[in-house]
């Protein structure tokens, strides 16, 4: 950008309005244009050529060059080698989409560049990150007195919400802490409670039913033996949609138990939580309103870009307990009852990330995101209605919420062909380019899972999806 022989101010970082208004104007256009392609994308781009993947590795330049040829070669080398998950064929994994309103609020708040860490630096824009917290919270009809914190997604928020418990709950007694999970809870939480100094010879893994879900028995069970044993049962994980098979954990009843035993019952939301904001799907999720702790992912319910998290947490207090903390150099927060974010999280300077959800939220109101999501979940019955009757398919599980999962099973084949088959047709399905579809691994056995939530994906790739899974495991009957 600037040459050293020219004689040009080197320390000089600022633009010009005008070059400001050319870069921009520039990057704009290059990422609308790759919006308007997404859906001739293929579904997945070769993450193979390592050599061309390399490429992304250079050396720092001495001196800056110009950003044409730095666009040409993200655009059109790095970003296209890639899983496509911003397109309308990607039902792999959890997908989301990422609302291009977020990328406009991102773009407001890092040239704005205000400090939301602590209130009064910038009191109205903390207020709008309250709002979102606020919002989030009716939606899943927690209480007046519930705080949360936005973070770049589950797997940060569930660390705080294992940190914030455990200090709550067992102060200096660590080591007699025992925290309960089921075989389908996700792995982030066994990270998280290692990382929160919950060592795995303390962490139980409670079985679960016929359908996937925590077999309450058994929790109790387990909670009652390691009482006998002298231990603090501190900790119990439900999860509302499990990304395997998206099973949702009988939450209610487990919130029953961890009432009875004095435990915090944290409640894993981060795929399925924001189902809660269509009435109608209340039931399916009853009990969620009841967690000490829910983890939730605007980057997948909400349809934002990927490093959108949300934790809510009952008793704010806690919150606060745990990460409240002043320092004589900042500005001393007026009033306990302002939202003083550092106060609330383990973070102090941080992005201002309220700003991400609120303006997508102002910008479509919630009817739009209650429309969008209960779509998604008709979607997912239409696509499991249609694979489900195909032959030599067996499903594991129809779509609590928005995902389910199935296996090629040849009735005259032995498990091990079978998966070999199952394999193949996540493969074959995904190499046609026009959808992507993910497996996973289930007591030994292979399954292909299907998950809509792009609020990118409508009835057109369903269709696209059911013809591809049907073409593909049509052939595997073949070999
Ligand atoms: C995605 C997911 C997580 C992890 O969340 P991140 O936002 O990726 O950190 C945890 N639990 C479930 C059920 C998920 O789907």
């Avoid at 016929?210 to 009482?227: K, N, S």
């Avoid at 609120?358 to 479509?364: A, D, I, R, T, V």
């Avoid at 599980?397 to 199952?422: G, K, Q, V, Y």
């Avoid at 493969?427 to 380019?433: F, I, M, S, Y």
Wanted: aromatic share 8%; net charge negative; hydrophobic share 45%.
């Amino acid at each position: 950008m600037s040459d050293a022989s020219s004689g040009e101010d080197l320390a000089d970082l600022e633009l010009s309005a005008d070059t400001m208004r050319e870069m921009g104007a520039n990057v704009l256009e290059r990422c609308i244009d790759h919006v308007a392609r997404l859906g001739e994308a293929v579904s997945c781009g070769n993450v193979h050529d390592i050599e061309a993947i390399r490429s992304a590795r250079l050396a720092l330049p001495e001196i800056g060059m110009p950003i044409d040829p730095l666009l040409d070669r993200l655009f059109g080398e790095w970003i296209p080698r890639s899983f496509t998950t911003p397109g309308p064929g990607y039902f792999a994994y959890v997908p989301g989409g990422g609302l291009y309103a977020t990328a406009l609020a991102d773009l407001i708040a890092e040239t704005t560049n205000r400090f939301v860490g602590v209130w009064p630096a910038a009191p109205a824009l903390a207020e709008i990150e309250a709002s979102v917290i606020d919002w989030i919270a009716q939606w899943m009809q927690f209480p007046s007195a519930a705080r949360g914190l936005l973070t770049s997604g589950s797997s940060m928020s569930t660390w705080i919400a294992i940190t914030t418990a455990r200090e709550c709950r067992l102060g200096t007694r660590i080591r007699e802490g025992v925290a309960y999970v089921s075989r389908q809870t996700h792995h982030c939480v066994a990270k998280a409670l290692r990382l929160a100094g919950i060592a795995a010879d303390r962490v139980r893994v409670v079985p679960t039913d016929a359908t996937y879900r925590m077999d309450l028995g058994a929790l109790r069970d387990a909670i009652e033996a390691d009482r006998a044993a002298g231990l603090c049962p501190f900790f119990a994980v439900s999860t509302a949609g499990s990304v395997h098979f998206g099973a949702v954990d009988p939450m209610d009843e487990v919130a029953d138990i961890a009432e009875e035993y004095g435990l915090w019952h944290h409640v894993d939301g981060a795929y399925g939580g924001f189902f809660h904001v269509v009435p109608e799907f209340r039931t399916i999720l009853r009990g969620l309103p009841r967690a000490d702790s829910l983890a939730l992912d605007p980057h997948k319910g909400l349809f934002l870009p990927y490093g959108t998290g949300a934790l809510l947490v009952r008793d704010g207090r806690d919150l606060r307990r745990v990460h409240g903390a002043s320092a004589d150099y900042l500005p001393s927060n007026p009033d306990d009852e302002v939202y003083d974010i550092a106060s609330y999280g383990p973070e102090l300077s941080r992005p201002f990330r309220g700003l991400r959800i609120w303006l997508p939220m102002m910008l479509y109101g919630a009817a739009r995101f209650r429309a969008a999501i209960a779509e998604k979940r008709s979607l997912a019955v239409l696509a499991h209605e249609r694979i489900a009757a195909l032959p030599n398919v067996r499903v594991a599980l129809p779509p609590t919420l928005s995902l389910f999962a199935f296996r090629i099973e040849h009735p005259d084949r032995s498990p091990e062909d079978n998966d070999r088959s199952t394999r193949d047709l996540i493969a074959g399905v995904t190499a046609l380019g026009r959808v992507m579809i993910s497996g996973c691994r289930e007591s030994g056995r292979d399954f292909a899972r299907v998950c809509v939530l792009s609020f990118r994906s409508r009835r057109t790739q369903i269709e696209q999806l059911v013809a591809d899974v049907a073409e593909v495991a049509a052939r595997t009957g073949r070999t």
